[in-house]
């Protein structure tokens, strides 16, 4: 159920990212003030934006959890937010070299948007011991879904807070007073963008299938009234 | 604050091993995780084998009970 389409998907993101890689390194212009640097940003920025719309669509999966009360969704819920964790690593690694090859710090503490991303990174790498510390599967499912519509929340109006506050160090990618990127540059951006979309789309699916296999191979076992190996996972929810 | 809005841009010799090292961290983690996926199906695959090892065995005694 969960792997129709991950073939034409899984091939669709590979020729994405090869164009995108493309476009990258060949076709965008280089930035007149941080020169070849830059080239970061194509990674690094739609790494963010993926991770933190990934982040609020785990709170939207939970919501429908909360409301349907099928462990379907808590599954997908889970699933959004263990990638966009991995995302979220992405970025904060890629964003410190780009800070150290561009500030001469690894990490800026009076930074807004590191800070806050920070925050909302630490934040959900607490999803899985709070997951992890229920025993019964059915509290478990639902206290980790009032979690994430909570997380889910807090990241858009993190997002504000940091547009609000004037900080004259990270720069902004939309609406500058300048007017923001040229032609060129925003067509490499909305391509990595819609790449990093694909990508995450496909991993959801992937992680999705591979926990339904396995779980429809527990209830094998236990259909034949044989020992489940390694046990049940008391993280991860089963998918049937 | 001042000195860092005023550093200047690498030249390309010294930038190169930046970017080179933040697209290389990305395609580590990629490759990382899907081989801990891959990991993750050879485990599924077995398990699965059993099942059916399993299953042709309950078949097998089941028709020795018949022809009994």
């Known amino acids: ?240 | 604050m001042e000195v860092l809005i005023a550093a200047p841009a690498l030249p390309l010799d010294e930038a190169g091993k930046y970017v080179a090292g933040a697209y290389i961290v990305f395609m580590v983690l990629l490759v990382v995780y899907v081989a801990i996926m891959a990991a993750k199906l050879g485990r599924i695959e077995r398990e699965l084998r059993e099942v059916a090892a399993i299953a042709e065995e309950r078949k097998d005694e089941r028709r020795e009970e018949v022809n009994a």
């Not at chain 1, 429908?64 to 997908?76: I, P, Q």
């Not at chain 1, 410190?96 to 590191?114: F, N």
């Not at chain 1, 806050?116 to 934040?123: A, E, P, Q, T």
């Not at chain 1, 959801?204 to 996972?233: H, I, M």
Request: hydrophobic share 55%.
């Open chain 1, 1 to 240: 159920m969960y792997g129709k389409g991950l073939k034409p998907l899984s091939i669709a993101t590979v020729a994405m990212l090869a164009l995108t890689l493309s476009l990258v390194f060949f076709y965008a212009p280089l930035d007149a003030d941080q020169g070849f640097i830059q080239k970061i940003f194509y990674v690094h920025v739609p790494l963010a934006i993926t991770a933190l719309v990934g982040f609020i669509a785990g709170g939207v999966f939970a919501i429908l959890h909360l409301r349907s009360n099928d462990r379907k969704w808590d599954a997908y819920s889970y699933v959004a937010i263990h990638i966009s964790v991995i995302f979220g690593v992405a970025v904060l690694i890629t964003g410190a070299i780009w800070a150290k090859a561009s500030w001469g710090h690894w990490w800026v503490w009076d930074e807004p948007t590191l800070v806050s991303f920070l925050i909302v990174f630490l934040l959900y790498a607490t999803y899985y011991p709070f997951r992890y510390a229920i025993e019964d599967r059915d509290r478990q499912a639902r206290y980790a879904s009032v979690f994430a519509v909570t997380a889910g929340a807090f990241v858009p109006l993190n997002f504000m807070a940091v547009r609000m506050a004037q900080s004259l160090v990270h720069p902004r990618t939309f609406a500058t007073a300048e007017g923001g990127m040229p032609g060129e540059m925003m067509l490499t951006f909305l391509c990595s963008l819609v790449t990093m979309g694909l990508l995450w789309t496909t991993l959801v699916k992937f992680e999705l299938t591979a926990k339904s296999a396995s779980g429809q191979v527990k209830r094998l076992r236990r259909a034949l009234d044989a020992p489940v190996a390694g046990g049940n996972s008391r993280i991860a929810p089963e998918v049937s």
